[in-house]
């Protein structure tokens, strides 16, 4: 039996007998793994997150095992997409693909909505297609530093193969994490066959655009001038120039950003604007601010959603009610204790969020959508209550998302675009 101590479901048994179905942890329990190092998140029997060599070998039947070895080009993958300046330099690539969805959309509701009066005028769609898009569109900027085309009324076959291909592999992932891949390969189960295909077509999409920023790259540097479209070409294209990476570690890595990156933010966007939707004096407080802040912003994106906080408390607030990881995991490399049970080293820990993120003992009203309950500081927080560790959603640590500030920004800016229209 796998041991795993698990905050509500299956329960850890071997040592400590069962807990309470009630039982979830806590920040301060989280703040206990943190403390404890090396602690890495549990890898997949199928990786979602694994290399195309990977797939390949899976496809041929070679499994790896679960491995937590840490991968170090992930400290030169945050120099590019975490740190401040980077965030700096794709930004406004971001915020191209938010203003031009927003036209996008304010055309539509002017040709098809309902009701005579300008600028009043109605329309009920389903948005989760058109956030797809736009989460695809929006990735493919900031990694490949180019646009794909995806709000044109007719996308490039290459574009629409690409949609398709992301599609398949997200709608296939989650019953493969459940069902044995050597199993689902013996008997050639087609779910199996096309998970694999998705991930050819998506590594080649990735190749394609490997050897276009090679050329753009190696023409502007021959001729001594910028690369095509700009200084910045991208996280590809700074991860090229820099040249820390070997290529397969570059093709891997912006192939995984690129699948880790879609349904992630379309999804919370819909929430967003789901709750954004039905508690309209919330909305009305975050469009305030936000139309303050960007006429103060002079067109700067950046300042503007730094001006904006309520609009930060906005992502924050819909990811703590509905969390897109619905755990994060951790192996601890020491035994530690969690709420007075002893948990020994390599037992799975499982924080689960959904429970947590609405749970009275963490959070007041935890049922209210209030975004202004971020901004309370740390010394503002009652005394002896643990501030950090409540917001969870990118996971924590090391090993925390790193596409978060991509998704953060992406999901304030489409919001704030939309505010403001
Ligand atoms: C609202 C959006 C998102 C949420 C809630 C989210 C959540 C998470 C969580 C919980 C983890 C595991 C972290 C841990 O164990 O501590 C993770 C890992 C990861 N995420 Fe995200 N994510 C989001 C968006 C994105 C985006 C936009 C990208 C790519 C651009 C991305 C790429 C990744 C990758 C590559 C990993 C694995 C990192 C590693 O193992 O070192 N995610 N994400």
Not at 92 to 100: I, R, S, T
Not at 107 to 124: F, I, N, P, W, Y
Not at 150 to 170: D, G, N, T
Not at 331 to 347: E, K, M, R
Request: glycine share 8%.
């Amino acid at each position: 039996m796998e041991r795993t101590f698990n905050a509500l479901g299956p329960i850890y048994r071997e040592k400590v007998g069962t807990l309470s179905s009630v039982n979830i942890l806590l920040p301060a329990d989280i703040s206990e793994m943190f403390k404890s190092e090396g602690l890495h998140p549990r890898r997949m029997t199928l990786e979602p997150w694994a290399t195309h060599r990977e797939i390949r070998n899976h496809r041929k039947g070679v499994f790896l095992k679960n491995g937590e070895e840490w991968r170090s080009d992930r400290l030169q993958l945050n120099k590019e997409v975490m740190m401040s300046a980077a965030v700096r330099r794709f930004l406004p690539l971001l915020d191209d693909v938010a203003k031009d969805f927003c036209r996008l959309l304010e055309d539509r509701v002017e040709r098809e909505g309902r009701g005579a009066e300008e600028a009043k005028r109605s329309l009920t769609i389903d948005p989760s297609p058109d956030l797809f898009r736009f989460a695809l569109e929006a990735s493919c900027h900031v990694l490949y530093g180019e646009r794909i085309g995806l709000f044109s009324s007719s996308p490039s076959l290459e574009s629409q193969k690409f949609i398709w291909a992301v599609e398949r592999m997200l709608t296939t992932t989650p019953p493969l994490l459940y069902l044995p891949p050597r199993l689902l390969l013996r008997v050639g189960a087609p779910l199996w066959t096309e998970h694999a295909t998705a991930w050819d077509h998506i590594f080649s999409h990735a190749e394609a655009r490997i050897q276009r920023a090679y050329q753009r790259l190696s023409s502007s540097q021959g001729s001594g001038t910028v690369a095509a479209g700009g200084l910045y070409g991208g996280v590809l294209g700074q991860l090229i120039e820099k040249g820390k990476l070997s290529l397969d570690l570059i093709k891997a890595n912006i192939t995984e950003l690129m699948a880790g990156g879609v349904d992630t933010t379309a999804v919370p966007l819909q929430f967003g604007l789901f709750e954004l939707g039905r508690n309209p004096e919330v909305q009305d407080r975050v469009r305030q601010q936000v139309k303050r802040s960007w006429a103060q912003a002079g067109g700067d994106p950046q300042k503007a959603l730094q001006g904006a906080p309520l609009l930060k408390g906005t992502i924050k607030e819909i990811l703590r009610l509905y969390p897109v990881g619905i755990t994060v995991q951790r192996y601890p490399v020491h035994d530690i204790v969690l709420q007075n049970y002893h948990i020994p080293a390599g037992t799975m820990v499982q924080a689960c969020l959904y429970p947590m993120g609405r749970s009275s003992q963490v959070f007041e009203e935890p049922l209210n959508f209030d975004p202004g309950r971020w901004s309370v500081s740390r010394e503002e927080g009652q005394r002896g209550e643990v501030m950090g560790f409540r917001s969870l959603a990118f996971g924590f640590g090391a090993r925390q998302c790193v596409g978060r500030r991509i998704a953060e920004n992406e999901m304030q800016l489409l919001l704030m675009h939309f505010l403001c229209l």
